[in-house]
């Protein structure tokens, strides 16, 4: 009779503990859709929209930065979120992976659009298949995307050229590196860039290097472009790692007096503004555009129309700000 009155008391126990633990699990997904309501997000419906990042480079700190925005929206809009990408940047093993998104019968991609001409095909299978897609942080405006989220990266080059004119007075020789020649968004950059420079006789870019969005390949190249160009007094970065790898070099190669103007806010980034190795740097918001990328999905999948583009904002970060970080 003992052994009987254990078995059952057993079993009680265990259900007290399923119950405990399914009660726990409804709280817990209150508590997460609370806060939600509290954000100014909408609980999303029962069905769980599997979503794929493709980044430009995996575990390059500028994608980190866009990778736990869109995390963080996920959670808050209830969506499965996978992201991938090259070891290294590399836009055909880009292409692969968003193949391969579409051959999974992902319910939404968000992808850079590095090359319109080689991208656009490829998104517009994916849009045939039922597949949404949204362009990040680069474009591919020819395809059917929903949407670009990200910089407006001819005005951000714009930007850049005042940002030289402010730092020189319109005098003075240029070196600029852009993070890839083949990348529309840099390419962008870099014809704003010059749009303002053209309109200052005193100034004038003498030599343009892509870095690969690679520090070691934006030192060699930075290296290169002082040893060919000395009278360079003034070096320009498009995409995150250029200042970083101009700074090694302007010290390698003793010419310390050189001005630095880079892109993007990676923390080594504004520590070369407090140290006076960076003159200034023109910060993108990396998070926001992970973050928005997934909301304007999870309204799509509502129903909702989305915007032809949708920009993030860019800010110019100099000596005075960067010491309040």
């Known amino acids: 009779m003992s052994d009987k009155k254990w078995k059952v008391g057993l079993i009680a126990l265990s259900m007290i503990v399923i119950y405990l633990f399914i009660g726990f699990a ?89 090359n319109d001409e080689k991208f656009t095909p490829v998104i517009n299978k994916a849009i045939d298949k039922g597949i949404p897609v949204l362009t990040i942080d680069t474009d591919a405006p020819t395809s059917r995307r929903l949407t670009y989220v990200g910089t407006d990266n001819f005005r951000a080059g714009n930007r850049l050229g005042h940002m030289v004119v402010q730092a020189t007075g319109g005098q003075g020789k240029i070196g600029v590196l852009i993070g890839s020649d083949k990348a529309e968004n840099q390419m962008l950059r870099l014809n704003g860039l010059k749009h303002v420079i053209d309109q200052f006789p005193g100034l004038e870019i003498v030599a343009v290097r892509p870095s690969n969005i690679s520090r070691i390949e934006a030192v060699e190249q930075a290296i290169a472009v002082l040893a060919q160009h000395p009278e360079i007094d003034t070096m320009v970065g498009t995409s995150a790692l250029d200042a970083l790898g101009m700074v090694q070099a302007k010290n390698h190669v003793g010419r310390y007096e050189i001005r630095i103007i880079g892109f993007d806010d990676l923390p080594e980034t504004l520590d070369g503004i407090r140290k006076g190795e960076i003159v200034s740097t023109l910060a993108q918001k990396p998070y926001l555009m992970g973050y928005d990328s997934i909301r304007l999905l999870h309204d799509h999948f509502r129903g909702r129309p989305l915007p032809k583009e949708h920009y993030t904002e860019v800010e110019v970060i100099n000596a005075s700000h960067a010491r309040r970080e």
């Open 26 to 114: 409804i709280n817990a997904r209150t508590i997460d859709n609370v806060v939600a309501l509290l954000r100014g997000a909408e609980v999303s419906s029962s069905q769980r929209y599997h979503v794929v990042l493709i980044e430009q480079e995996q575990r390059h700190p500028y994608w980190q930065l866009i990778e736990r925005g869109a995390l963080d929206a996920a959670k808050i809009y209830d969506l499965e979120l996978e992201y991938t990408g090259p070891v290294r940047n590399n836009m055909e093993e880009q292409i692969k992976l968003l193949e391969k998104a579409i051959a999974s019968k992902v319910d939404g991609i968000i992808v850079q659009g590095l």
